[in-house]
């Protein structure tokens, strides 16, 4: 399915405040509230658009966040995303081009916690061959995030 230029503009609209109603977006489209709400029912049943809420980690003590570079073994690169995934540390996670294989976004409630985390749990996973880790120091945007 392609999106044209109304249902970018309603997703842009939506990611500012997905609370808005089908009415307050309907002005802002010129559109009736019935045409906005069957055009996102459409776009969620399609999986183009995904209504979550966010929160700012820090409130639920995950204070320090961070971003893991891993260098793996291409044939363990499958189960090392995997197991990444999983964790509910983890808040991103992709395959890359470049030095690393994997970047993760991450968020921990402690240096202990990162440091059990890098030293205990990760190099217990086949096929690492070196990590990076850089911590966050002053999140100025995207500090908002899923906890799952």
């Known amino acids: 399915m392609m999106l044209d230029s109304i249902d970018k503009q309603l997703i842009l609209l939506m990611g500012q405040n997905a609370r808005q109603s089908s009415e307050t977006l309907a002005k802002q489209l010129n559109l009736s509230a019935a045409t906005v709400r069957r055009r996102v029912n459409r776009l969620i049943k399609n999986d183009l658009l995904r209504i979550v809420g966010i929160a700012d980690p820090a409130e639920f003590g995950f204070s320090l966040g961070v971003v893991i570079n891993l260098d793996v073994e291409?044939?363990?690169?499958?189960?090392?995303?995997?197991?990444?995934?999983?964790?509910?540390?983890?808040?991103?996670?992709?395959?890359?081009?470049?030095?690393?294989?994997?970047?993760?976004?991450?968020?921990?409630?402690?240096?202990?916690?990162?440091?059990?985390?890098?030293?205990?749990?990760?190099?217990?996973?086949?096929?690492?061959?070196?990590?990076?880790?850089l911590i966050s120091l002053d999140v100025r945007k995207g500090r908002y995030t899923s906890l799952l």
């Open 74 to 133: 291409q044939n363990k690169s499958e189960s090392v995303m995997e197991w990444l995934i999983n964790r509910t540390e983890v808040k991103w996670a992709a395959t890359t081009t470049g030095r690393f294989d994997i970047i993760v976004v991450a968020g921990f409630r402690s240096t202990e916690h990162l440091s059990d985390f890098l030293t205990k749990e990760l190099t217990s996973l086949e096929g690492i061959r070196d990590t990076e880790t």
